[in-house]
């Protein structure tokens, strides 16, 4: 995928092909002349359905987030997000809360926060969408992860309108982590600060009961996109996830390596709760490109965030229908 101005340039095409009919294409020399002509005519554009994820419209999302520069915690970049995040989760008139914490880091106490969307079902019980939006602290270099920290929250967004559209069965809570990565080196206590503190605070108030699945997504906008087979994540649950693409049509997705993924899943599946990562954890040739100044924009596909996003609705339908 050449980027989003390509994208743009192919709709155009389309949508000037959709209004021609059954005419033969348009010289591009001549088309100034017809432009007049096409005023007024119901030219087909990329306008999305609305219950339909569009990976144009994450795209879009990921584009904004990487445009408020680096995201580590506690930096301007990432309150710049935030703010983000949280227009457009009230503009879709969902339940919005803050958690701020203060974490314990090698780097000395740094302030965090996650952002919870709240859509109610008919039922309590609820499905977790979650993705972390915080970005790798390079002392050095410009890291902005369009992939890594982007697409994934660029996508959920997209997922938290898709999905607020439609009334569901079970609730689904659309939670955004910060400090998903290390500060300085991983190890237990130093990562997925805010998912650790999501489930501690599930725990504290009782509510470990009422969420029936997590669905982490991370690194899905890859433009040679290849879900990983994460031994890790919660197995019947990948099972679903992976017929879930099957049956969409998307079995050339889906990487048969098998890998055990450290992520924000592990303290849900630690906590019981059944809980799976859709991540293509081998960016560019050789994983060349992951925690480098080099995931920027262009290494990011609209198509591939659509067929995650189809990937996670067709999930949720099956966990649903039971
Ligand atoms: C994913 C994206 N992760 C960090 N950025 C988690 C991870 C850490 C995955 C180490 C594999 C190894
Ligand atoms: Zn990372």
Do not use: C
């Amino acid at each position: 995928m050449a980027g989003k101005a390509q994208f743009y340039r192919d709709n155009l095409v389309k949508g000037l092909k959709a209004a021609l009919g059954g005419f033969p294409f348009v010289p591009l020399l001549f088309w100034p002349f017809f432009l007049p002509a096409f005023q007024g005519l119901p030219v087909r554009t990329s306008k999305p359905s609305s219950t339909v994820v569009s990976g144009n419209l994450a795209f879009a999302h990921v584009e904004k987030l990487v445009s408020f520069g680096p995201r580590p915690p506690g930096s301007p970049g990432i309150g710049r997000a935030q703010a983000y995040i949280l227009e457009i989760l009230r503009s879709l008139s969902l339940e919005v809360e803050q958690q701020d914490f203060l974490a314990s880091t090698p780097n000395g106490p740094t302030s965090m926060k996650n952002i919870v969307g709240k859509s109610h079902g008919q039922q309590s019980q609820a499905i977790i969408l979650a993705s972390h939006y915080d970005t790798l602290l390079m002392k050095n270099a410009v890291f902005v992860g369009a992939n890594d920290g982007g697409s994934s929250t660029g996508l959920l967004l997209e997922l938290s309108r898709v999905l607020s559209k439609t009334k569901n069965k079970l609730s689904l809570w659309f939670v955004f982590f910060d400090g998903e990565e290390a500060q300085r080196q991983w190890s237990e206590t130093d990562g997925l600060y805010g998912s650790r503190y999501f489930v501690d605070r599930l725990k504290s108030e009782g509510h470990l009961g009422q969420i029936k699945a997590m669905i982490l997504m991370d690194m899905i906008g890859d433009i040679d996109l290849k879900i990983e087979n994460d031994l890790s994540s919660t197995s019947w649950l990948m099972q679903v996830v992976r017929k879930s693409a099957r049956d969409f049509g998307y079995g050339r997705y889906l990487s048969s390596v098998e890998k055990g993924i450290v992520d924000d899943h592990i303290p849900f599946i630690r906590a019981g709760i059944p809980a799976v990562d859709l991540i293509d954890y081998d960016f560019g040739f050789n994983n060349s490109l992951w925690h480098t100044p080099n995931d920027t924009l262009d290494k990011v596909s609209p198509q591939s965030l659509k067929v995650a996003g189809d990937i996670v609705v067709r999930t949720i339908e099956s966990l649903t229908a039971n």
